[in-house]
């Protein structure tokens, strides 16, 4: 078994949930590294973005990211933009087992335009607006997402599917 396995993916893909679920199924540690971003910065990733602005904070991900991944038994998930900046894909093939939780377009459009948690680059966008953000973003963002060492489709998950590709 892996002592580290990380799940990455699209905003909305499922990553947060399908991480806790996992977790508790190898009896694992689950870190989500937006919930330790804020608690290490005593603020929220929305404020952090106001405030200091992506690059700043991207930069800030990745040395949360490296610390993590020094740890055992744990089960990550990543913010949707974690893999594609300052070598975190690289960082991730190296240090873990990857999953990329694959979801069609029109499944992640579906899952932000009703999403309850602010997401800060879909924030005050119309529907219209999210899906040219996904079909966008899900292009740049896939080339480092396809270098997982497992994807999984993300519609109708199955956790034991999951569970023994990792035995």
Known sequence: MYSRIVL????????????KKLANR?????IDL???FEKTY????????????????RKSEHLILKEILHKDHIVI?????????????ELIL????????KMSPVSLHHRL?????????VQNKTPEEIKQFIDTMLLVREQYYLQADFVIKGENFDIEQLYQCLK
Not at 42 to 51: A, C, E, G, L, Y
Not at 77 to 89: D, I, L, V
Not at 94 to 101: K, R
């Open 8 to 19: 990455l993916g699209f905003p909305g893909s499922g990553k947060t949930t399908i991480a």
């Open 26 to 30: 190898l009896q694992y540690q689950c």
């Open 34 to 36: 937006d919930l330790q």
């Open 42 to 57: 005593q603020m929220s990733i929305p404020d952090f973005f106001k405030k200091y602005g992506e690059e700043v904070f």
């Open 77 to 89: 998930s990543t913010g949707g933009g974690t893999p594609c900046f300052h070598g975190n894909m």
């Open 94 to 101: 190296e240090n873990s087992y990857s999953v990329y939780l």
């Open 113 to 121: 335009v009703n999403s309850k948690r602010i997401r800060p680059l």
